[in-house]
Each structure stands twice: as C-alpha cells, then as structure tokens.
C-alpha cells in the first residue's frame, strides 16, 4: 500500500512540474512579445560560461534519452510500463525542451536558468541521492528495502552523476555572471587590485576553481604580468595579517613562547575550516580498502547480483569524488594560511629590524629571517593538521583491519607500525640536526657573498677575487659536506617509506598464517591496500616531527630577534618649541653593542651639561678615531645609552651620514625623500648643492635611475645627493658627518658657502668635519680625543690657548697650506681675486652616468626567460653529474621495485583465491622474498639519488660562483646584489634539496601510473582506449595549464627579490630613516612588495588546485568505468585476483595521477631555479686572468714607466667617449697627481690602467708591456691601490691586511706603525686577530682609509694609486700619511688622484683633465708660473679660502 502511495506522490510531482514548464514557457513568450524592441544584444557571454551552459543542455538530453529508451525497453520485454516511468520521461523530455528554449536566452541576456528547470534539478537530484543511499545501506547490511521506497534501476544509477552536475548548475550562474564582469576589466586594469574573483565566487566555482578561469584566458593570449593577477583577498593583505598577528603578540605579551600562541590565535578560524576538510579527506580516503573486498567477493561469484557490483563501484567513485574535492580544498585552503602567516612575519621582522640600533643587525641575518624563517613558518602551515590526523589515519587503518583479519593481526600491524615509526624518529632527529647545521653554514657563506658582491670591484682592482672565491668554495664544500649526510639520511628514511608496507604486510600475514586465520582474496587485497593507506601515516611521523622542530627553530629565531629589539627602544625626541635650546646634553656615557663583556669601556662619555641654541652652527673636529661619527651617532639616539641622562633635540632632525646611503630610484626621488614636490625649492636645493651641473649631463636629468648603493656615482655625488636630501627635508636640526670629505676644495667651498651659511643660516646644524677651515664660522666647536669633548668653546678662544688640541691640529693645516704657499709666487695671493665668485662643479661620475643610464634602467626589471623551460636546461641538469650515467640505473631500479611489488601482491591474491592452492609455509616464504627483493631495489635508487643530487648541486653552485667572479664590473654595477644572493641562497637550496627529488619522483610515478594501466587493461582490455582518451584531455590540460603557471612561477621568484632588496637597503639605511621620521613610508612599500609577492604566490597555487581537481575528476571516471566493466563482464572472462589487484591498485589511481601531473608542473616551476643559476653560469666574462704566452717577467715592473698613447675609453659602445686620446708618459719613479673637474675622466684614466674597463683605442704600456696583452691577474697583482671608498671584510684584522697569507705578523706590525694604527690595534688584546665587523662597521672610515694604506704598503708595488686617499682623515694624520708614503714609495711610481691641493702639490707632476682630454701637464711649479692655468685656479681657490683663517689664526697666537 505503502508503495502504491509513493509511486503516485511521484506521479503528482512529476505532472506538477509538467504544468509549470508549460506555464512558465507561455509567460515567457507573452513577456518577449509585449518587449520586442528592448531586447539587449550587446552582453556578450563569456566562453566558460558558454561552455558550461552547453554541458548543462547536454546532461539533460542525456538523461532524457535514458529514460526515454529504458521505457522502450521495458515495453519491448514486457509489453507494459510503469505509469511513473512514462511521467518521469516526459517531465525530463520537457525539461529538456525548456532548457535547450532557455539557452538562447540565459546565454543573450545572461541571466540566471530559470527558477522552475532549478528546482526540478535539484529535487531529481536529492531524491536520486536518497533512493540510492538507502538502496545501498540495505545492500551492505542485508536488509529489506523500506516497503515505501521503490526499488531503483539501472538508469537510477547512470543518470545520478549528470544529475549532481544539473545540480550544481541551479548556482553558478550568478558567480559566472559576476565574474563574467571582471573579465574585461582585468584585461583593461593598470594594477590588478580586484579580488572579486575568487571573493565573489560561488560554491560550484570554489568547489572547481572556476574563478581562475579569466586569468587562464590571459595566459593563453599574452604573457602573464602583475597588473593581469587581481589582489590577494583582503584577509591575506600585508597590512591585515600583520596588523592581526600583532594584535595576537599584545595579547599573548607576557607569557614566553608567545609567538607561536599568537599564530595560533590570529589564524585560528582558517586553521578550524582547513582542518575540517582534511578530517572528510582521511575518511573518504579509507573508503576504499574498506569497500574493496565487498568488490573482489562480488567478483569471486559469491554475489550474483549486478545491481550490488554496480552499487559498491558507484559508492567506491563517490568516495573518490569527495577525496578529491576536500583534498584539493584542504590543500589551497593551508596555502592560504601560509601566505597570510608568511606576509605577517615578514612585516613584523621589518617593522622591527626598521626600529632596531644602528648596527644591530647584519644583513645576511636579515635576509634569512626573511627568506628562510619566515618561508619555513608559513610552509608549516601545510603540516600542522598532520599532528592529529596521524592517530585518526592509524585507527581507522585498524579497524579496517579487525573488520578483515580479525584482532590479533590487527595488533601485530599496529606494533609493526609502531615498530617502523621509532625507527623512523632518530633518522628524522639526525636529519633535522643535520638540517640546522647546513643551515649555519649556509648562513655565513650567503654572508659572505654579500659582503663579497659589495666589495667586488675592490677585490678585482687588488686582484684577490681568485681568494674570495676560494674561501667561498671552501665554505661551500663545507656545506656540501653538511648536505651529502643529510641526502643520505633522507635516502634512508626513503627507504623506510617504500619498505614500510612491505614490512607490515610480512608481520601481519605471519601472524595470520601462525593463528591459522583465514585468508580470501578479498580480505588480502583489502590488507595490502590499507598498508599502503598506512605508508602515508608512517613516512609523514618523522617528516613531521622534522619538519616541526626546523619550525620551532626558526620561531626561536625569530621570536629571539623580537626579543632583543624590545630591549632597545629608541628615545623619544622632545618636539617642544617653547624655549631657544635645539640641543639639550647631559652627561651620560654611550657604547655600540659588543658580544664581548670586556669591552664595557663606552664609546662616547659625555662629561658635563651642556645645551646648543636655535640656529647655532656646531662644528665637531678630531683626529682619526675620536669619536665624531659616534658622537652625532648618540646624539640622533643610535648608540644605546648605557648611563646619564640622555641628549634631548628639540624639533625635527635631518641626517648626512659619512658613508653616504643612496637608494635604488631615481635622483629625484632621493632628494624629495617621500615628501610633496616644491619646485622652486627644489632647484635652490640643486643649486645649492652644486648638483645643476651632474644634472645636465646626464641622459635623464634628475630622472636618471642610481644603481644599488648608488654603485654608479661617485663618492662626490652620492655625498652630494644625500645633503640634498638633508636640506630638502627643511628640518629644525642638521646633523652632517663629514659632508665636505669626498669633494674637492672647489666643491667644499661651495657647498659650505651655498648650503650651510645661506640656505641653512635660520637652521641649527651639527657638522663633523676635518677641514679646519670651516671651523672659524662655527658658533661653537667641539673637539673630540679618545670619545670625549676634551674642548669647547667659540673658535678664537679655543685657538687661542697654545697647548689646546685644536691648535695642534691647526699647526698641522698650516704646515700643509706654506707647503703649497711655497710654490706659489709672492704675488699670486695679491692678485687678481679669483673669478670663480659662483664656482660650476659636478663631481665626476666615476662609472660615467652617461655610460650607465641605459643600463640603470634596465637593471630596475630583471630579466627572465620567457616560454617553457627549454630541454637544454633539462638536459644539462640531469647529465651534470657523471655524465647522467647513473640515471638509467636509477630508473631500472625503479621498474624492478614496481614489478616485484606487484608479483608480491599477485601472488597473495592468488594464492589465497582458494583454501589449500599453497602450503602456508610456500604462500609466506615467496612473499618474503618478493617483498623483499623489491626493497633492495628501493635502497639502490635512494643512495644513487642521493649521489646524484649531491654532485649535481656541487657542480651548478661552482659553475655560478666561478662565472660571477670572473663578470667584468660593469655587471655588478647593472645587477642588484639581491638578484645574485637569490640565484645563490633560494635558488641553490631549490637545487640542493628540491628538485633532484621532484625529477625522480616525476619518473618514478610515471612508471607506477603506466604499471597500474597495463595491469588494468590486462585484466579489461576495453579500458585501453578509455586511458589514451583520458591522458590525451589531461595532457591538453596541463598544456592549457602550464603557459600560465609557468610565468606565474617565474614572478615568484623575480617579485621575492625586490623584498629582500628593500629589506636590506632599509636595514643598511635604519639610522637615515629613523632620523627623517620615515617609517611609515618605509613600512607601506614593504606591505605593497608583500603584497605583491602574495598575489603571485596565492594565484600559482591556485591554478595547480585547478588543474588537479580537473584531472582527479577524470581519472576517478576512469577507475568507475572500469568497475563497471568488471561488474558487466561474464564471471568466466575475470580472474578475480588479478581483477582485485586491478580494482586496488585503481584506488590510487588519482593520488597517483595527480601526483604525476603536480609533479610535472612543479618541476618545470621548479626547473626555473636551474634556468636562473644557468642563466648566470654565461655571464660575458673578464679578459683571462692568466694569459699563459704572454707573461710579464716576475720581477716586471722593474721601473714604473706609463706611457698612454692615444687612449680612448667608452663604457658602451652606444655612449660618448669618455677619454678622447690621451698622450701622455708618466716617467718611472715619479709622483704625479692627477686633477680636474667635472666629469674630466680622473677615474676613468685609474680604470682603464687596471683595466676595469678596457679602452676602447690606444694603448697603455707599462715597461713596455702593452697591458692589454697580459692576463688580468698578471697586471693587476703587480699594481697597488687605495680605492676611493675604503672596504673591510668581516674576519680579522691580519685577514684584512694580508688576505693571500704571504707576510709575517713582524712585517705587518711594521706597516701598522708607519700607518699610525699599531697603537689602536694594541688596546684590543687579541691584536691582529682582533675581529673586524661586517663592513668594517666597528672602525671609522678614516680608520677604514688607514687599513687600506697598510695593505698596499704591505704588498710593496712599484706602481702605486692613490684614488682620494685621505679624504676622510684629518689634516695633521694626513701631513703624516703623506709623508710616510713618500717615504715608503721612494722609487715607486705613484699617481695620486685627490681634491686636497696639499695632497698633490709636492708632487713631480700634475695633470690637468679637462673633459676627457689633457688640459695641462707639467710640474707643479710650472703650470703655476701662469696664473691663467686650470691648477693655478684650483691652488688660488684653496689659498683664498684658507688665507682668511691663517692670518686670523697668526693674529690670534
């Protein structure tokens, strides 16, 4: 009766929906009648959505024809119908016709299907759903099917899928409508800043990642930019992350392991979704051992019913369905955890490395916080739901078990388990110990390279690049050392991983064959398949427990960094305007920080009180070493405090630091320094700072982009540039360090005439200086000795107390100025005044602007392959080590352990198919052995991988290195270091660890994956043809996928870059933008670089989740078609082992394929490191450094004698030239000086002598040696030089002196004390093996200049350059510098390029460089005889701003 009920309830529906098609198709037609002329045409549907209305009109014609033919059917066998089969026909018939009347007009309008097709999709859908489920649960458990619920048919079962996706189409249409109207916009955008396409999808599309369908329809017409990728969604955004984590830490403030709790509870509701799916994926994951020995008893023939085989290969596809949906939500959901997890770190180690004390913070530790600590943290996220899911895995693998096996086995596999886990978790600890010490070493080789990068054009001019390398390679092989282990390590947790079934299935079987418990085919390959399920639990325990303690490494070290910034808060400055005072001092000591406790002996120790008034001049003066720099340093609070008071400044601050910090951009951007553009101050400014002239000449203007550094200005410029920073800021309080040392006299004059009298005279400025002739317009002066003001006070009293400091250091000056005085004549004072009222001066750019302006602004984009990664990039990889001899063995290896697998497996399903085919003795001993066999295979192929990679790596890394090193100049000067540390920390680690495994892992599941088809097709040949149409549509997919992931994947790597860039140049720059107040600028181009970075790492993994669940669905087809081919094929025609065997290995049909596709794509992502570290092993290199037919004698030069003949140098073929046929001997012993003005070519003539740049015509000989005839070494190990900017290297101070190791300590304490330093290196009580920091960071530049001296005085070089030498040290150190060097070069030749008149005029010789041409040259004496002379200008301008203060000083004294 009950039946009778339902069958008409369903007839009334079904009619009901019948009336309402009809209605709604008159409606509508009446509608389109009474609005025939507004019909809207323009909206042009988008393809995707084309193309999904097609699918949908085709499922209904399909399930219509289903129905449509199972009633011909019916009425053929048994001459009469079921009335509701007739009803069911007809009502999908008209949905059929409504729907294919409805295309036109949903597709021309696009508008929602309507309302009525909608719910009659959805009700055919539940009700199918319902019928089934119930029909199916009867099945397994036996049971009658409820009297209500009609028994269901064979187009029941076909048609639920198609009915699923009718479904889903009732609501994609608005999301496709929405997206269908950012589709335009995303083409036509500047910057992508729209996230409506992931925020604005709808269920189906986040289920199938339809959202990413537009940027696929970009990737396909054009090459993929950053403006085409919308933003991140607005959770994952810099700014919110950050902001959330921070509010997260003030929370969990006062407890000790704050950071992770504070992840935690910032990312907590994501972390809560993520895990949902990953619980429904485990569950859904275990369906299939546990369904698979229903399947293999049907096909034994203990179940005649093909409904049942129908219903468990319909239940084991669902379960498959549902594995894949989850897993891919699961996995895209924990990258986008990483990604807000990542972006947050990142912005909190900035923000506090931003506010850290200067010097606080080395930049390669820098670096890896960011790119690799905060990397590991976010990839973490991937991980953390492994903690529970492990014991959830293991019990469900146990009840699978019991249920087939019964409990003692089932014990026997859980102790198994257990068994191979603790075997697993010491090699895990070995592997994460190992881990952390290649990740020490690694630290101090990338900080080496960077320091190596800053330094490269020192060590080429000293010729020591062949040591430095060295010393890299050598810390490399000791990382490679490191590395070898850890490979092993891995090699045999690899092992582990592909034996552990292997060894659970012998103990659980033993255990079965000693109780005498019962075996079948199906119980046996439901076993074997749980043990591979299990094999995941197993081998992720130690990767876990690994991967968490390399996590909690890393949040040590970061948590450590937050930590020790806390401790160093900067001062809060007074902004009161009330009172005169600017500058507040208390007494109170001041130290840098030291990792030594016996160096509490402070820096700066302020004596008494002391205040400095609104628009007073201060001028601090000192000899080398007193502490000048320090004292500004602690003024600005960047010298922590160690007592005292504190020194209050009242108003804003501006900062010109000694060693002038640039930033990469353009001129312009570096004066205004993030504020509004004033134009007329704005060209006062360039006035003012003499900066007009540079201007001009270079291509740009002030538009002109400044290298890294400002690596392509000179020591002038940069100084230059930076005042106009300091003087554009309009500050209330100056502070200049030194501002006047890397001009000339002209210059120095002038910017202190211009700038500090004029534009600052309502201004308070602090100035250090050693030019004691701008002392006497300073309102106070400051004389520092040993760290302390020893005198203060008004210029005239101080000079006029005959013991003072000062006055020494007057005595000095004046020595230096009768020196020059001497060689003027009587009546050049008295002369005509010097024209030169308003001096035009530009310093000269050294590496030439002109030269670099192309390449400047090429540099700022990196350049990057475009297309797929080429097979030469593959080829070279893979036959890099041994000549890929090794490679055929692995893969043979690989095939072996595949065969024998499956014989194993075979061999119990067939052995077990009937009780008493084999003794128990026989079943268990060829298991073992097959088994077993099939590890030794495994072993072999991890240890020759582990080789393999090991060479691989080596070989690329010194490929890379050695090209680098050999690059000329003009490469390092177009290329961020940034862009060369990532080729060499990210990229190498990529190498070292990474991709060797994805290449293997690639082949060997390819032949797992064609293993499983032959196997499949042996058993059901039908399913051949299936498989070539099922790979020929996934490789067109992946093909599809891969134009797009591939540049998705390369802006990874280039929008990483430019983080650590400004990262580093910030750090580098901390005490500059503390000073200006520029955090918050700092701040928001590090949140836009982030997010940048974010969007391209959110979108590259989010096409992979596309493209997988694509894949997984039709491979899942696959596994169900051939179920049902199993199930429709005569029992006689199926072995129902081998069948089994097919059916298991057919589970992991779509991990497996999926992990081919993934790993297809990802190697070729990751193949673009290999393509990057390639693309620098052809950087054009140097000439040869050893030229071995062309060797100057050992003892060459033996005179010293230059001669020039018609030298012409350009940088670029493309630029002017720069020296335009010079001719000139510089005779061998001489001292000459080299002189001139803007743009002259002075450095240009020292380059082109070392060959730094090669000329371009002419030649140089030296002894008669044509220079560009000998190898680079050969020449430029027999010159010495003194570079302009003076360069240590972190390490010693006797590596510093003598980096070669070719001198006594006796010969370097000799050299120490003619250099003045021997009584400095004596306080610190390690002497020459004191430490010397990062950059020379714990010594002052004069100190720095002093060192550089001591080195070339070391090596004893007949031709010696002196390149602005003693620019940063004061007059009185430099009167004795410069008689130590004539003392030291008598016989030498020495060319000395300086802007100190002194320096140069007691030389033989003086050229005069006027525009790349010889303007004069002679003795000084002689081009002074005509006062019309260029050097007679420049001495006439030294005396006349120093005559003034000498009288001064005699009338005083």
Request: one cysteine or more; a neutral charge.
């Amino acid at each position: 009766m009950e039946s009778v009920v339902m069958d008409i309830s369903l007839e009334v529906v079904n009619g009901a929906f019948v009336i309402a098609f009809l209605t709604w198709v008159l409606r509508d037609v009446w509608r389109q009648r009474r609005d025939s002329g507004d019909v809207n045409l323009e909206q042009r549907p988008t393809r995707g959505y084309r193309v999904f209305t097609t699918i949908t009109v085709l499922s209904n014609v399909m399930v219509s024809i289903s129905y449509l033919g199972f009633v011909l059917f019916e009425y053929w066998n048994h001459r009469n119908i079921a009335r509701k089969y007739v009803f069911l026909a007809m009502t999908w018939f008209l949905a059929t016709l409504l729907t294919i009347y409805a295309k036109k007009r949903t597709l021309g309008e696009d508008k929602r299907w309507p309302l009525v097709l909608t719910l009659w999709w959805v009700f055919s859908c539940v009700f199918d759903s319902v019928s089934l489920s119930i029909y199916a649960i009867t099945l397994l458990r036996s049971m009658d099917l409820p009297i209500f619920m009609p028994e269901p048919n064979i187009v029941d079962f076909t048609s639920l899928p198609l009915a699923l996706v009718l479904c889903f189409s009732a609501f994609p249409s608005s999301c496709t409508r929405k997206r269908s109207d950012i589709v335009e916009p995303l083409l036509r955008k500047e910057n992508g800043s729209s996230s409506a396409g992931f925020t604005n999808a709808g269920i189906w599309s986040q289920v199938t990642f339809q959202w990413l369908n537009p940027i696929f329809k970009i990737g396909r017409i054009q090459k993929l930019e950053l403006p085409h990728i919308p933003s991140v969604p607005q959770s994952e955004t810099a700014e919110d992350a950050s902001l959330l984590l921070e509010e997260s830490l003030r929370k969990q403030k006062f407890e000790d392991s704050s950071l992770p709790k504070a992840i935690a509870y910032a990312i907590w509701k994501s972390l809560l979704t993520n895990a949902a799916f990953a619980g429904v994926n485990t569950i859904a994951s275990y369906m299939g051992p546990l369904l698979i020995s229903n399947f293999v008893n049907f096909l034994s023939g203990n179940d005649s019913s093909i409904l049942n085989g129908l219903n468990i290969a319909f239940f084991l596809f669902f379960a498959k369905t549902v594995e894949s949906v989850t897993q891919r939500q699961w996995y895209f959901g924990a990258q986008r955890i990483s990604i807000q997890v990542r972006a947050a770190l990142m912005v909190l180690i900035y923000k506090k490395s931003l506010s850290i004390k200067y010097g606080g913070l080395s930049n390669g530790k820098a670096i890896n916080l960011i790119n690799v600590d905060a990397e590991r943290i976010g990839d973490f996220c991937w991980y953390i739901h492994g903690v529970w899911l492990l014991p959830v895995q293991v019990i469900l693998a146990l009840i699978i078990l019991y249920k087939n096996l019964g409990a003692a086995p089932s014990i026997a596999a859980l102790f198994a388990t257990i068994l191979v886990m603790l075997c697993n978790t010491p090699l895990a600890n070995i592997q994460e110990r190992l881990h952390s010490k290649i990740m020490e070493v690694k630290d101090s080789r990338i900080k080496v390279t960077s320091e190596v990068l800053k330094s490269m054009r020192v060590l080429k001019l000293h010729s020591w690049e062949s040591t430095f390398r060295k010393k890299l390679l050598h810390l490399r092989e000791t990382e490679r050392s490191w590395l070898e282990r850890y490979l092993y390590t891995c090699s045999a947790v690899a092992f582990l991983f592909w034996a552990s079934p292997t060894f659970v299935s012998v103990i659980t079987f033993g255990v079965c064959i000693v109780l005498n418990t019962p075996l079948t085919a199906g119980t046996v390959l439901s076993a074997l398949a749980t043990f591979r399920i299990l094999q995941e639990p197993i081998y992720n325990l130690p990767e876990l427990i690994s991967m968490t303690a390399q996590t909690k490494v890393s949040v040590d070290r970061i948590q450590n960094f937050i930590g020790e910034e806390d401790q160093k808060k900067l001062l809060q400055y007074h902004t009161s305007a009330e009172s005169n005072i600017a500058i507040e001092f208390e007494a109170g000591e001041y130290t840098w920080e030291t990792g030594d406790e016996k160096s509490k002996r402070p820096t700066i120790k302020i004596m008494e009180k002391m205040n400095i008034m609104k628009g007073y001049k201060v001028a601090i003066c000192g000899p080398v070493g007193s502490g000048k720099s320090s004292l500004l340093s602690s003024i600005i609070g960047e010298i922590p405090r160690i007592s005292g008071a504190g020194i209050k400044i009242y108003g804003t601050k501006a900062y010109v630091p000694q060693s002038a910090w640039i930033q990469t951009g353009t001129i312009r951007e570096n004066v205004l320094f993030g504020k509004e553009m004033n134009k007329a101050f704005y060209e006062d400014i360039l006035e003012a700072c003499a900066l007009k002239q540079d201007i001009k000449m270079w291509l740009g203007g002030d538009l002109s982009v400044v290298g890294e550094r400002g690596i392509n200005l000179s020591g002038g410029q940069k100084q230059r540039i930076q005042l106009a920073r300091a003087v554009y800021s309009d500050a209330d309080v100056y502070f200049l360090d030194d501002p006047f040392s890397a001009v000339d006299a002209h210059t120095g004059t002038y910017l202190f005439k211009n700038c500090l009298m004029q534009l600052l005279s309502q201004k308070t400025v602090v100035y250090a200086t050693h030019q004691v002739e701008f002392l006497d317009a300073a309102d106070i002066v400051l004389v520092m000795n040993d760290g302390r003001i020893v005198q203060s006070g008004k210029y005239e009293d101080l000079i006029a107390d005959p013991s003072s400091e000062l006055v020494r250091q007057m005595d000095a000056h004046r020595k230096s100025l009768n020196h020059v005085n001497s060689y003027q004549h009587d009546n050049s004072l008295t002369s005509r005044p010097s024209p030169m009222n308003q001096i035009e001066v530009a310093e000269e750019n050294f590496e030439g602007p002109i030269k670099n302006e192309k390449l400047t602004v090429r540099s700022q984009e990196e350049e990057t392959e475009t297309g797929r990664v080429k097979w030469s990039v593959y080829s070279t990889f893979v036959t890099s080590a041994y000549k890929g001899a090794l490679v055929p063995v692995i893969l043979l290896c690989q095939v072996l352990f595949q065969g024998l697998q499956m014989g194993s497996n075979y061999w119990m399903a067939w052995a077990t198919e009937v009780e008493g085919k084999v003794s128990r003795k026989q079943l268990i001993g060829i298991f073992v052995l097959l088994s077993g066999g099939s590890s030794i295979f495994i072993l072999g192929r991890a240890v020759l991988l582990a080789t393999i990679a090991v060479e691989t790596a080596q070989r690329l890394f010194c490929g890379m290195i050695t090209s680098v090193f050999r690059a000329p100049i003009s490469f390092f000067d177009s290329t961020p270091s940034s862009r060369i540390l990532s080729r060499s920390s990210t990229d190498q680690s990529t190498v070292d660890t990474d991709i060797p495994f994805r290449l293997a892992g690639l082949a060997f599941a390819l032949i797992q994956l064609f293993s499983i088809i032959i196997l499949m097709s042996h058993v059901a040949w039908q399913v051949f043809p299936l498989f070539l149409a099922i790979l020929a549509i996934s490789i067109w997919y992946q093909a599809y996928y891969i134009t797009t992931a591939r540049e998705l994947a390369r802006m990874v790597g280039i929008h990483k870059a430019p983080i650590l860039h400004h990262f580093s140049e910030s750090v580098s720059g901390a005490a500059t933008i503390h000073c200006f107040n520029q955090e918050d600028r700092f701040l928001t181009k590090i949140l836009s670089l982030i997010d940048d970075y974010s969007r391209v790492a959110f979108y590259n993994s989010a096409t992979m989740e596309w493209l997988c669940v694509r894949i997984n669905f039709l491979f899942n087809l696959v596994f169900f078609l051939v179920l049902i081919i199993l199930v429709g094929l005569p029992r006689s025609a199926v072995n129902p082992s081998l069948a089994g065997l097919a059916a298991t290995y057919g589970l992991n049909l779509n991990v497996l394929q999926a992990w081919v596709i993934w790993n297809m794509c990802n190697v070729e992502n990751k193949m673009i490191s290999v393509e990057r570290i390639l693309q620098f092993t052809n950087i054009p290199s140097e000439a040869p450094l050893v030229i071995e037919d062309c060797r100057p004698k050992p003892e060459w030069p033996t005179d010293g004698r230059i001669e020039l003949e018609n030298l012409q140098v350009q940088y670029n073929p493309a630029l002017p030239v720069v020296l335009k046929g010079i001719t000139c001997t510089f005779p061998g012993e001489k001292k000459i000086g080299v002189v001139g003005r803007t743009g002259s070519g002075k450095s240009t003539l020292i380059q082109a002598l070392f060959r730094v740049v090669e000329p371009s015509g002419g030649r140089i000989l030296i002894d008669g040696v044509d220079i560009c005839k000998i190898g680079l070494q050969d020449l430029r190990s027999r010159l010495g030089i003194i570079p302009q900017d003076p360069t240590l290297f972190q390490g010693t101070i006797r590596s510093n002196l003598d980096p070669l190791q070719q001198h006594s300590d006796q010969e370097i304490w000799e050299v120490l004390g003619k250099c003045h330093l021997a009584e400095m290196v004596k306080q610190d009580q390690r002497l020459l093996d004191a430490p010397v920091a990062e950059d020379g960071g714990n010594w002052s530049v004069g100190q720095r200049q002093l060192v550089c001296l001591a080195r070339v005085l070391l090596k004893k070089r007949k031709i010696l350059v002196l390149d602005e030498a003693t620019a940063s040290i004061d007059s009185a150190t430099d009167s004795l510098i410069q008689q130590t060097i004539r003392d030291e070069t008598k016989g030498c030749t020495v060319i000395t390029v300086a802007h100190r008149i002194p320096t140069v005029i007691d030389n033989e010789l003086v050229l005069v460089l006027d525009e790349g041409k010889v303007a004069e040259y002679g003795s000084p004496a002689q081009l002074l005889e005509d006062n019309s002379s260029s050097f007679s200008k420049l001495v006439t301008e030294f005396l006349r701003r120093s005559s003034k203060k000498n009288n001064h000083d005699r009338e005083l004294s």
